[in-house]
């Protein structure tokens, strides 16, 4: 049982380059998020999907988009990275929002050069 | 935006001592979770709290929501080197806004032997 899977673990791309960070759950969760994490700034949510065909924005949405291609799978995309966009990024699925726990992947360490 | 404060931000104890970390939000919560992040890792749930002042163990670890569902307390007794990471406390806020996890910044616990 995979839980949840991001790709890639690593990524270093040049300012202004665009990516697309994968993340795929097989515990059929209605609610996927994505967060990033910064040294002393704990885990800030980008956006989630409550449930399938639904997405809204977190605490720090801008740059990034997403999409929940179907259940299993919540894309996060940066159209023109910056460097402040250096970072490590999470994946997380839970049954639904409230009241479930929530399963983490192994993350993405993204830097922005 | 909805909040949720932990402190300290970092923790030094020797081996076998006791830690705390405390967890407070400006608004009422739902419910709250508790998360452990191993150094490289990611965030692994614990345990969560729903009622108004309930408290729950687990072998060396003692979890507490407060009478007013606004605070929330991880006390490790007797830490072993095991207990070493970083501790996040996760709350979703009664009465709407986002349903995603809200992250305070962690304590990282780090033990001497």
């Known amino acids: 049982n995979a839980g949840v899977t991001q790709t890639p673990k690593f990524q270093v791309l040049k300012t202004g380059q665009s990516m697309t960070l994968q993340c795929a759950q097989d515990?059929?969760?209605?609610?996927m998020y994505w967060y990033r994490q910064d040294p002393g700034m704990g885990l800030r949510l980008i956006y989630y999907?409550?449930?399938?065909?639904?997405?809204d924005k977190g605490e720090v949405p801008n740059g990034y988009n997403v999409s929940r291609l179907n259940k299993r799978e919540f894309s996060l995309r940066l159209e023109s990275a910056a460097p402040s966009q250096t970072s490590v990024y999470f994946c997380?699925?839970?049954?639904?929002?409230?009241?479930?726990?929530?399963?983490f992947g192994q993350g993405t360490r993204l830097t922005v050069v | 935006g909805q909040q949720v404060m932990q402190i300290p931000q970092y923790q030094h104890v020797q081996e076998g001592e006791d830690f705390t970390t405390y967890c407070n939000s400006s608004?009422?919560?739902?419910?709250i979770q508790w998360y452990k992040q191993r150094p490289g890792g990611h965030p692994v749930f614990l345990i969560q709290?729903?009622?108004?002042?309930e408290v729950k163990k687990q072998k060396r670890l003692t979890f507490q929501f407060g009478e007013a569902k606004k605070n929330s307390s991880l006390h490790i007794t007797a830490t072993q080197t095991t207990d070493v990471g970083t501790y996040f406390c996760?709350?979703?806020?009664?009465?709407?806004?986002?349903?995603?996890?809200?992250f305070g910044k962690g304590t990282h616990l780090i033990i001497q032997p």
């Open positions: 997380a699925s839970s049954i639904t929002g409230k009241n479930t726990e929530a399963f």
């Open positions: 515990m059929n969760h209605n609610s």
């Open positions: 999907s409550a449930s399938e065909g639904t997405t």
């Open positions: 608004t009422t919560l739902s419910n």
């Open positions: 709290l729903v009622k108004s002042g």
């Open positions: 996760a709350g979703f806020h009664s009465g709407g806004g986002a349903d995603g996890l809200t």
